[in-house]
């Protein structure tokens, strides 16, 4: 079982840059991978990226390449999402994931475990 904490949301304008933390509870924190998804009002909730357990490998939703950057630290149990350039319409509430897949299958399949969203607005 895997528990998950985000921080670093708010409020901030376009163009600006923002770090999104989540924090996992457990032992097991290097055996997942780790994953981004947003949900903007009125939409369905989308995947933005997601790293591999040992942190080599990443993967990105297209909207997000060459702007925002998945890290991890196994030591600390936390894994991160820089915002750079951010836009209008990257406002969301953003959640951590994790499970055990890969960082190209988690985009498109089942996610076992979430953590309750932290909320990203960008304004004009």
């Known amino acids: 079982q895997v528990q998950l904490v985000e921080s670093g949301g708010g409020l901030v304008q376009a163009g600006g840059s923002l770090r999104l933390s989540c924090a996992a509870s457990g032992r097991t924190f290097n055996r997942y991978t780790m994953g981004w998804f947003r949900q903007a009002p009125g939409k369905e909730r989308a995947f933005v990226a997601a790293i591999s357990f040992s942190g080599i490998s990443t993967y990105y939703a297209d909207s997000v390449k060459g702007r925002f950057t998945i890290s991890r630290d196994n030591a600390k149990n936390t894994v991160y999402l820089q915002m750079n350039s951010l836009k209008p319409e990257d406002t969301a509430v953003y959640y951590c994931?994790?499970?055990?897949?890969?960082?190209?299958?988690?985009?498109?399949?089942?996610?076992?475990?979430w953590g309750q969203g932290t909320q990203v607005t960008v304004s004009s």
């Open positions: 994931a994790a499970d055990t897949t890969t960082a190209q299958r988690m985009a498109v399949m089942p996610i076992n475990y």
